[in-house]
């Protein structure tokens, strides 16, 4: 298992500028929210991002945003982040 890289203050801040951008630059429809089973959101990639409107919206969008800017990043790495 691959050790999970700690994020410098810079690097936290850079990728959190990075998702706010990530939103921003979304056409409309990007985001869909929906039930979800087992799953608070989902990354589509080019297709969108699948929300449950039943869980916390922002803490997952910017979960999911992460998994789309930082595609080679494990699940643990981004949960982590």
């Not at 959101?41 to 998994?67: A, F, N, S, V």
């Amino acid at each position: 298992m691959a050790k999970i890289q700690k994020l410098s203050k810079e690097q936290i801040l850079e990728l959190f500028h990075r998702i706010i951008d990530c939103i921003k630059s979304q056409k409309r429809g990007y985001f869909v929210l929906k039930k979800l089973k087992g799953v608070h959101g989902w990354c589509e990639w080019e297709d969108g991002i699948i929300l449950d409107y039943r869980k916390d919206l922002i803490p997952t969008i910017i979960h999911e945003c992460i998994h789309l800017l930082e595609p080679t990043w494990s699940e643990s790495q981004v949960a982590y982040s």
